[in-house]
């Protein structure tokens, strides 16, 4: 664990300890007005008991200060929580063992040490609660040790002062006090980490924007070293080569011909898959179009294209949603067997919606798509929009994507 995760664990248990020791601190307070006021004796537990619960916190303060790694942490955390059960147990049987309210002040203890600690420790706590507690409920029952009677037992308990003052201070007061500050407590946990959840998102997203950058202006650099540079060898190749045609034989000359003028034709398939000039030029309309002419020229598959015209949208969209076509089109032309794709464009509050539409076999949608098609959605997730693909046998298959965009 670094640093700051562990100095975040480490104000955490420091809040719980704080926690005990504010709600201690006022029960305890208030007990004692109770007993400054009325005839119950110094020595009730509902006095000495929750004071000496308090002022335990201060050394465990002590302790969590000294730790210096998160196992040692959470050991001397669940120390506390074994000190603190020791002394509930103590008050229970004080105040009247089984009979008391006394055994719901362990549930406290209980969801503290499973929600801070680690299993281990959050079991060995809660296995400590049951044993304890069956512990002095056997040993009253067996009267190895002597039932402790708090209360009055010749009136009826509505009629005893300490009776309705130990349910109101106990039960109602230290109770409900302790579990509103509990739920509390756990509310701002939860928000904090939200709150720190929600920032390291939108670092994660803002970095792979800049990395979708990066990636995008490496494949314009790509491209054009292949159009501007390998192309042009290419032809400067098949030139001297058409200049040594009548040295060699014709047969040969031709073959290799055939050979530079494939190679040519392939670079600039490839540069303009990686990054179309168009797409800088012109935009992502024109760019579709010439796309769709590349595909019927090279496979004869017939594209019709439903593109609602407008302003240029931002660049990474269009290049973005360019790669999402050009990705669907490349999976029609290899798997589907389609004979008609049909591409639709169109914008809709503040997000702009690509749909691509063949009439192919098809496929079940519980198969593996291609690292291509998986690779875009990702990409298309990152921008904060969405991607699906959906298909059954025999009935083509339909990719859309909805990307955000900001309007000018």
């Given at each position: 664990?670094?640093e ?6 480490k ?59 998160e ?15 020791v ?85 109602a ?16 946990i939860y ?9 390291r ?205 900001e309007?000018?």
């Amino acid at each position: 664990m670094g640093e700051q995760p562990f100095a975040e664990l480490k104000g955490t248990v420091l809040r719980t300890i704080l926690a005990r020791r504010i709600t201690l601190g006022v029960f305890a307070a208030v007990a004692l007005v109770v007993i400054l006021t009325s005839r119950i004796s110094y020595l009730n537990p509902l006095f000495y008991a929750p004071l000496a619960w308090f002022l335990i916190t201060f050394p465990f303060q002590y302790l969590v200060n000294r730790q210096r790694s998160e196992r040692s942490l959470h050991w001397v955390h669940a120390g506390f929580f074994i000190v603190e059960i020791v002394l509930i147990t103590l008050f229970v049987h004080l105040m009247g063992g089984s009979e008391w309210i006394g055994i719901v002040f362990y549930i406290f203890t209980v969801i503290y040490a499973n929600f801070f600690l680690p299993k281990l420790q959050g079991y060995l706590v809660t296995a400590l609660v049951i044993l304890l507690y069956t512990l002095v409920v056997l040993l009253e029952y067996t009267g190895a040790i002597s039932h402790q009677f708090l209360f009055p037992v010749h009136d009826a308990p509505y009629r005893s002062l300490s009776y309705n003052l130990t349910t109101i201070l106990a039960g109602a007061v230290g109770i409900y006090s302790v579990l509103a500050y509990t739920v509390r407590s756990f509310t701002n946990i939860y928000a904090r980490k939200n709150r720190i959840l929600a920032a390291r998102e939108s670092e994660l997203a803002e970095l792979s924007q800049r990395l979708l950058s990066a990636h995008e202006e490496e494949r314009r650099r790509i491209a054009r070293e292949l159009h501007d540079n390998l192309s042009q060898s290419l032809a400067a190749v098949k030139l001297h080569l058409a200049a040594l045609k009548d040295e060699i034989s014709p047969d040969k000359a031709k073959e290799v011909l055939g050979i530079i003028d494939q190679a040519v034709t392939e670079t600039r398939t490839l540069a303009y898959s990686l990054r179309p000039p168009l797409l800088d030029d012109l935009g992502l309309l024109p760019s579709l179009r010439r796309l769709g002419e590349m595909v019927k020229a090279a496979s004869g598959l017939e594209m019709q294209l439903n593109l609602e015209e407008g302003k240029r949208l931002p660049r990474p969209v269009e290049s973005l949603l360019f790669h999402v076509a050009q990705e669907a089109i490349r999976n029609v032309q290899k798997h589907a067997q389609a004979k008609h794709v049909v591409v639709t464009l169109h914008r809709e509050s503040g997000k702009v919606i690509l749909a691509v539409k063949d009439d192919g076999i098809g496929f079940r949608p519980q198969d593996p798509q291609g690292l291509g098609l998986r690779g875009i959605k990702e990409r298309v997730e990152v921008t904060g929009g969405r991607m699906e693909v959906t298909s059954s046998p025999g009935c083509g298959a339909l990719v859309s994507a909805e990307v955000p965009y900001e309007a000018d």
